[in-house]
Each structure stands twice: as structure tokens, then as C-alpha cells.
């Protein structure tokens, strides 16, 4: 080994032991210090610090070394360290008391007790405290020491110890600690945040649980392998579990009939591998107690965080009732369109949006469209024109209005054919009150259509028969009275002449039977206006005592020719004066007595009368009409108020009549408001009984209508009369009716000259004929009416057209009376004396004419014997042959080439003037008794207003003939002067 070879192992051992006297101190260094202590105290202490490496061990690792020697009352401050701080380096201490100065003041009574704990009990001590600013700064160290000797009572003797300087580590520890305070608060916060998550979980947990148990819908899950992880309380309570936990690892064939597992599963499998849910699959499923139900099945599946398919939710709705529900709604609609489709009607359902809901298959089949296409297209895209736009407009008015529409309508089915329909649309109502659906109803009505048809062309031939009808009784009627009325009043001229007993009973039979004859004539005339409509009532005030009893004085002296007693008796709580028809009563009376008369042989016949009902304004009369005759037996009765029937044919040979008058009788009494009755037995007589409604009147009431009635005498003589009439045959016919009267007369030829000259002249009446040329009687009744009152200037229209429309539009214009041409002596003097009656008083003396029986006479048309009707002509014109024949040679001289004229008219085609010309010889021919030509005017004056080009032409030719027919015979008989 060389010298350097030595010298560095020399250097290598003293480096190792100063490098373990090192780590020794700095792991122990008290032990150290104890061992110099006891070697050499302060002076060794003082020695081994000032080796380098102790110094800087010092320095690095503590700020000073201390040593306190109890005996010396001294403390050793050694170290470099201190300087830093402000204080001696080396220094020595002589008290405890020295050093506190050092510490900072708070940390002196924290340092004396644990020093004063050290030096008495424990071997060591260690704090940590502040020492006093010296350098701006408060340092912190930390003070250890440790004792070395102690006496034998335990008395300290010897310590040693370190400042350890911790300014930094405070530093850091304080921060440390603020860090840590940070962390634990952020811990805290965090560990907050988990339990609210973990609880919001629970809480969801909890209410997720709480919406599966009460949700109507069983929920259930299941892993991949079929085993069930949880359920709802709904899956539980089917499946017949005590609690949702009892389903854990429980598979299907726990739950459902077995051989229906096999298709759950596999739905299951499906869900799981394709990843995609099955919704709404309705199953019908069977538990394992056979109860079966039908379910609506969605099968959905789980995932785990990272997408995977875990196993699968389901969800069973128990759709049972609904599924009945729905079979059974749909057997009710099956059975309504069954119902629909069986009815003989076309019907359909429209909603709001105008588009079909529903038809039936009769619509189907008459439009021609299937069922499918139609539900769905709107009424317009169905029924195009005016139809659909109807139909449309028809729903549309049924939404706003709530009200039901009948309608017909007309359509083409498919084939073309044109069919008719009466629909009845009604609305359908929702649970709010508005309209939801109309219901359209079309009940085909073609076949009633054409029955209409039928029956309206039925009508037209039945109304034409019955105006030809009516024509023939007017006509007949006409030619019957005519002669009627020279044989009545020739009779009665004759009887109140002397004459032989034997001339005088040939003279009252002719006069009894014309009477008769005239009655049934009067009863087959009104039994045909009974039938067709036209026979009315007038109901006036009038005295019903005094009509009774003018009655009973009659039938009084036609019973006691048979030697019957006749009594009439009037309770007393009749009413005199009633509102009512008196002659239709008077008519029903003596058709009741009379039979009562003419079938009883002995006994009586008794009248009576008492008010049955009293309703104040209105009042219920009964008569009674009792006799002791041949009686009826019920056959008898059940026909007895038939038209033409009698009792039996016997009963018509003895007793005579039509069998009209009871027919004629209980129509009248209905018309009245009332019924009659009947009870009789054969051989024990008859009670007839009937009743009438009538109003109230009063005493002047009824004596006013008397008066007005003309009933009363007057004096006509003087005054002033415009007659107005263009046909100047007319006027002279005209002015000998009214000869007799002494009237004042002035004539006009038109209507215009009639304005004028009543404007001009002071005229009590006018008598005003309607078709005038200039002016028509019309136009200037309006005119008259304009500046005079209907009681001012009475007008009475002439007129040849009698029909009521005619009368109704004269008395429309103001007129206030009517009389048909051709004119009736007696009609046109009772209208006179109506409109220009004064009182008797006033005149010396009176009309012997005033009086007439009827307030509106029935128009007489002209005889039909033989062309010229010579007695009627001569009646006209009040026997005066003369002026007859002037007035003839007046009328042949105008109208003889009439039909020359009317021919021109027809070539024209001009029928305004044909109409207005056949009238004027119409009119004419009928005042001068000239009845064919007169009828053949009327119809021609019709044609030509209807424009009948044909009719018209016939009837010229047949008036051609009239004509000369008339001309000739009017020359035969003044031949025969």
C-alpha cells in the first residue's frame, strides 16, 4: 500500500466518522451534548461547536444550541443562527428570566408552564412559539430540550437543547392547512352534493315506483335470459304476487299458460337482438287459473351505459272491456247499417266538414257509388249543379239554426232515370249541444209524384165536370125559373080574379105544383153548391122570435089541412136578437117541420127552441123538432142524410120529394157550427134535434139590418141617376126598366165621360158598366173613389160577367153593389132602394116596388125558347111589344154582320179587341132575350181571352148561324103583327 494509498483510507475513515458524528447530532443530539456535558460542560460544548462541521450542521439544521446549568443558574446560547433574528451569537444567559425577552409577550405564559413542567417532571419538552420582532418579523422556532443530569431527587441539573427555526414550515403548514381547509371544504360540499344525489335518487327512485304502482298499466323487466328483475304493483296484483319483490328470478312460466310462453319469449328474443321496440301488440292471454284477457303489449328493451341490450321492459294494458266494448259497438254498427240498409229510404250521415259519414245501401245503389268511395267525399264532390250546392247550403243552414229541413228534390240515378225524393234532414247533436252530424232521410216519392199527377189531372176533369155540371143547373135552372116565374105570378094574377070554383081549383093546383117544382129546383141547386164549396153563409143581427113565429103561422096553417095540431114553445132563456144566417136557418126549419107534416097522419108536430150553452159573445142555440108520424127503423137511420134517399121507395111514391132536404139540412147545420140528431121509432114518430152556434146581438143591430134590408117603403121619385153604359141598346133597355120610378137619368158612354160629368153634375147614385171604350167602369170607379166616399156616390157595377172573382174586384175598385146583366127588374130596383132609400115621410107617396125578398138576387140568363125568348124580351121592357122591336131592329142592324167582324179579329189574331167586342154583344143579346147568341158570346169572349185559336174559330162559325137564326125569327114575328 503506497503513503497515498493510506492517506486516503486516513481520509476516507475520518470523513465516515465525522459523517456519523453528523447524523448523530442531527438525530440525537442531546446525547451528545450530555456526553460533552459531563465531559466538559460549556467549554466543551463551546469546543465541538466550533468543528466546522457542527457549526454548519448548526446553522443548516438549528438556529442555536442551548445549555442550561441548574447549579450555575446559567443558560449557554450557541449559534450563528440567532444573528439572523436579531440577536448575540455565543451568548450566555444568566436566568430564565433573561431569555424571555426573546419570546413574543402572548407566547410567555405558555413557555413558563410547560419550562416550569419540564424542570420538575419530564425529561423533555418541545414548542413551538413566536420570538419578538426584532427584524420587522416574527419568526417562529421551535424550542426542544432535553435533560442531562438530574440530582438525586430528581432535581434538574443539567439540559440541553435547540432553537429550531420553523418561519418557513409555518408558511407552508399555514398554507397547507388553508389548502386542507379548502379541500375539506370542497370534500364537504361534494360529499353534500352526494347525498343530495343519492337522495334525489332515492326520491326518484321512489316516485318512479310510486308512478309504476299507480299507473293503470302493468309494467315488468327481464334480463336477457328471461328472468324477471322487478315489476309494478298492477304486474303483481295480476300475476297474483304479494309484493313487486316476489317477481325477482321468476320467469314466464310462473305467470302464463304454458303454451303461450314459447311466443313471449321469442317476442322477447326479437326485441333484444333487433334493438328495436314492439309497440301496442294486442294478445289474447291466459293465466294459469284459465282466466283469460285480452292485453295491449309493448315490448321495449334496456341498455346499459355503453348501448348494450341488457333485457327488456313490457307494459300490459288490460284492453278486456274495451275489446267487448269495441266487439259490441261494432255488432251495434253492423246492426244499424243492417237497419240502414233494410229501409225503403235513401239515408245519410254529413258531418261538419260537409263530407259523408255514412249512407246506406239504397243510396249506394241509386247513385251508383260503393260504400268506400263515398264516406269521406263532401256533398258537393257526389251531387254536383245546383243539387249538391243545395244539399251543401241546406247542412250548412241546419249547423247555425238547429232546425230540422224538409225538402223534395229531384235526381238522376244511375241509369239515368229522373226520380223524385222528399228529404227529411235532422240534426245530431253532440254532448255540448251543437250540431255534430245531420241525417239526411229520402223517402222516393216518384210513384206519389205521378199519383199527384194523376190525381191533379183527376181533379182538372172532375173540376171541369162539375163546372159543366154547375153550367147545365145554372142553365136549367135558368130555363126552368123563367117559365116558373110567368106560370107563379100569372096564377096569383089569376086567382085574385073572380073565376069559376072549378077554373079557380084547376088555377091553385097549377100554382101549388109550380111552387113545388120550384122548391126542388132550389134544393138540387143548392145541394150543388153544397158539393162544390161555393155555398156560404151571411150572418146578420135579426129577430129569432119573430122569425119563429112568423114560421109557426105557416106551418100552423099547412098542418091543420091534415088536421094536425101544431105548438111551438121558446124557453124562456132564449136570446131575441142573434148574429146569424137567418134564411139558412129558416131553410133548415122548414125542411124539418115540413117532413114532420108530410109524414105524420095524425097527432102533432111540436117546435122548440132553448139557448143550450151560453159563452157570453157566443152563444149555443138547440131546436127540437117532434112529431107523432110513421117513425124509422135503424136501417132507415143509417141512411137517412144520404143525398136522394128516402125511407123506402113507397115513401117517395106517397109522400113525394127528392131526398135532398135532410142532405141539404145537416150540411147547413154543420156550416152553422152545430150537428143534428135523430131518435125514431117505427110507428112511435121522430125527434129531430140540431144545433147551431151563433153570436150575440142587440135590438138596434137587428132593426138597422131590417131596415137595410129594404123591407121598409120609400120614395125614389126625382132622384138623380147617371147611368153609364156604352151599348146603346143596353141604355134604352136600361132606361124602360127604370121608367117606372121616376127617376132623374142622365147617360154617359164611357167611363171618362162619367168622371167628368159627376164632377159637374150633382148625382145621387151612378149605375156603371165595366168594359167601355176610353175608360172602363174599373178605372173609373178608382178615379170617382179618389175625390167621393162609398157613402157620398153609391156605384153599382152592370156588368154580364158574374163570376165571384169579378164580383170581388168590383167591390175591390169601390163599388158599392153589383147586378148582373142580363138585368133583373126587380134586382136592379131593390139595389135602388137600398142605396137611395129616404123615409116615407119625406115623399107623398111611396115605391109600390120597394120590397124584395133577397138582398144579392141570383142572375136570370135568358130563356132558350127558340132563337128570340119573346115573353123574357117583353118582361125587359115592360110589356112594350113596340119599343122590344125597336130595339131588336137596333141590334140586328149593328151586331147582324157581328161575326164578319170577329172573323177579321181572329185572322189578327187581335184578341184583346174579340174579347172586348163579344162582351159588347153580349151583353146586348142577353138584355134583349136572345139566349143562344148570348151564350155563344160568353164562351167566345173566354177564348179569346185565353187565346183559344181553334175554340175561337168554331165558335165564330156556330155565331154566324145564331145570328141569322135570330134575324129570321125576329122577322117571323112581325110577320105575325
Sequence with gaps: MTLSQLMLVTLACLFSCLALLALTLYVWPGFWLRCLVRVGRGRALLALLALQPLRSLVCDRLLAVWLWDFERQQIILVGKGLSHLGYTVNKVVESVDAVLPIVHPDDHLRLNRIVRHFVHHHPEFTIECRLHRRLGRKPWVRLHGVSLLR???????????????????????????????????????????????????????????????????????????????????????????????????????????????????QEDENVISAGQPLLDLEQQLTLPSQKSRRLRCSHVPLRDAHGECVGVLKTYQNVTRGYLLAQASD???????????????????????????????????????????????????????????RATAIVEHIIQTHQPVKEPYIL??????????????????????????????????????????????????????????????????????????????????????????????????????????????????????????????????FDLLQMIENLGSIMALKASRKRLAFRQTIEPNTPRFINGDALRLHQVLTNLIGNAVKFTREGHVHLAVRMSVDMGERQILRFMVEDTGVGLSEQQLGQLFQAFEQADAGVAREYGGTGLGLAISQRLVEMMGGDIRVKSEPGAGSVFEFTINVGRADAEAANQQLQASGDQPVDLRGAPVLLVEDNEINQQVALEMLAPLNLHIDT???????????????????????????????????????????????????????????????????????????????????????????????????????????????????GAAGAIDLAQGLARVRGRQDRLYSLLDSFFAQYGKAAEQFDALWTTRDWVQLAEQSHAVKGVAGNLAIPRVYQLCTQLQHQAETSQVAGCRTTIEQLRTALGDAAAEFERLKGLE
Design 748 to 862: 154617359a158612354r164611357n167611363g171618362a165621360e162619367a168622371v167628368a160629368m159627376v164632377e159637374q153634375g150633382n148625382y145621387a147614385l151612378v149605375l156603371m158598366d165595366i168594359q167601355m171604350p176610353v175608360m172602363d167602369g174599373y178605372t173609373a170607379t178608382e178615379k170617382l173613389r179618389e175625390r167621393y166616399s162609398m157613402e157620398a156616390l153609391p156605384i153599382v157595377g152592370l156588368t154580364a160577367n158574374v163570376l165571384d172573382e169579378d164580383r170581388k174586384r168590383m167591390l175591390s175598385v169601390g163599388m158599392n153593389d153589383h147586378i148582373g146583366k142580363p138585368i133583373d127588374r126587380r134586382a136592379l130596383e131593390q139595389s135602388l132602394v137600398r142605396w137611395l132609400a129616404r123615409p116615407e115621410t119625406e115623399h107623398e107617396t111611396c115605391c109600390a116596388d120597394g120590397q124584395t125578398e133577397s138582398a144579392e138576387p141570383e142572375m136570370v140568363e135568358p
Design 151 to 265: 440530582g438525586r431527587k430528581g432535581r434538574l441539573r443539567l439540559a440541553i437543547g435547540g432553537v429550531e427555526d420553523i418561519s418557513e414550515r409555518k408558511v407552508h403548514v399555514g398554507t397547507i392547512a388553508a389548502m386542507n381547509e379548502q379541500l375539506q371544504q370542497r370534500l364537504s360540499q361534494q360529499q353534500d352534493q352526494l347525498r343530495a344525489t343519492e337522495q334525489a335518487r332515492q326520491d326518484l327512485v321512489t316516485r318512479l315506483r310510486q308512478v309504476l304502482d299507480t299507473v293503470p298499466v302493468s309494467i315488468c323487466w327481464k334480463d336477457v335470459h328471461g328472468n324477471y328483475l322487478g315489476c309494478n304493483t298492477q304486474f303483481a296484483r295480476v300475476a297474483g304476487l304479494t309484493s313487486p319483490d316476489d317477481i325477482v328470478g321468476k320467469t314466464d312460466y310462473d305467470f302464463w299458460w304454458s303454451a303461450q310462453v314459447p311466443e313471449i319469449l
Design 331 to 389: 255488432r251495434e254498427q253492423r246492426l244499424l247499417q243492417d237497419v240502414l240498409d233494410s229501409t225503403d229510404a235513401m239515408i245519410s250521415l254529413v258531418g261538419r266538414d260537409f263530407r259523408f259519414v255514412r249512407v246506406n245501401r239504397l243510396l249506394e245503389s241509386v247513385v251508383g257509388m260503393d260504400r268506400s268511395r263515398f264516406v269521406g267525399k263532401k256533398v258537393s264532390d257526389v251531387f254536383s249543379g245546383k243539387l249538391g250546392e
Design 412 to 541: 238522376k240515378d244511375q241509369l239515368g232515370k229522373v226520380r223524385h225524393f222528399l228529404a227529411y234532414n235532422n240534426p245530431l247533436f253532440d254532448e255540448q249541444g251543437n250540431v255534430d252530424k245531420v241525417i239526411t232521410v229520402s223517402m222516393e216519392i216518384t210513384q206519389l209524384k205521378h199519383a199527384q199527377s194523376a190525381l191533379e189531372e183527376a181533379r182538372a176533369k172532375a173540376e171541369a165536370a162539375l163546372q159543366v155540371k154547375s153550367q147545365f143547373l145554372a142553365n136549367m135552372s135558368h130555363e126552368i125559373r123563367t117559365p116558373m116565374n110567368a106560370i107563379i105570378g100569372l096564377s096569383q094574377l089569376a086567382l085574385s080574379t073572380e073565376l069559376s070554383a072549378k077554373t079557380e081549383d084547376y088555377v091553385q093546383k097549377i100554382h101549388y105544383s109550380a111552387e113545388n117544382l120550384l122548391g126542388i129546383v132550389n134544393d138540387i141547386l143548392d145541394f150543388s153548391k153544397i158539393e162544390a164549396g161555393k155555398l156560404g153563409l151571411n150572418p146578420k143581427p
